[in-house]
């Protein structure tokens, strides 16, 4: 059996992307300086701290997910019901989404790893987002290689 035929295919959306990466990696930045700064935010090793970069990446890209879904049912919805359920999903989900994060690295990491309460959850996100855009758009617009001049 050749090495091509035993490769597993993975569904496109469990793919591990370049993007991916260099996500947990912002977000590892992120989440030390947070620890550097905030008494509340702690993470005992580097090895913790990269763990909970992974777990805040995989939970933000579902909660951007769903959050995607719902404004596209809500710009696509003709009634007044189906408009309030999906600002009701949107109500519930942005804040319900800070104390998943808590209660996920709680469950997982237990006391070695904290990241403060709500306020500073909700902060650590919204600094994650912004650093996970900028760091995106510079990589947009850096060049990439010319295809023109390869050999």
């Known amino acids: 059996m050749s090495a091509a035929s035993r490769r597993v295919s993975w569904p496109r959306r469990l ?13 590892l930045v992120v989440l030390g300086a947070f620890i550097q700064l ?8 580097f090895l913790l701290a990269l763990l909970t970069a992974v777990v805040l990446k995989i939970v933000l890209e579902v ?3 769903v959050k995607k879904a719902t404004v596209a049912r809500l710009r696509g919805a003709r009634t007044g019901a189906t408009r309030a359920v999906n ?15 808590l209660e996920l690295v709680a469950l997982l990491f237990g006391d070695a790893v904290r990241l403060g ?33 390869a050999l």
């Open 15 to 27: 793919r591990l992307r370049a993007t991916d990466l260099v996500d947990v990696f912002v977000y």
């Open 38 to 45: 905030l008494p509340g935010v702690i993470a005992e090793s």
């Open 63 to 65: 909660v951007l997910t």
């Open 87 to 101: 600002i009701a999903t949107l109500v519930l989900l942005l804040p319900g989404s800070k104390f998943v994060v």
């Open 117 to 149: 309460g709500f306020w500073a959850v909700t902060l650590l996100v919204a600094v994650l987002t912004l650093a996970r855009g900028l760091v995106r758009s510079v990589l947009d617009s850096s060049p990439g290689p010319h295809r023109d001049t």
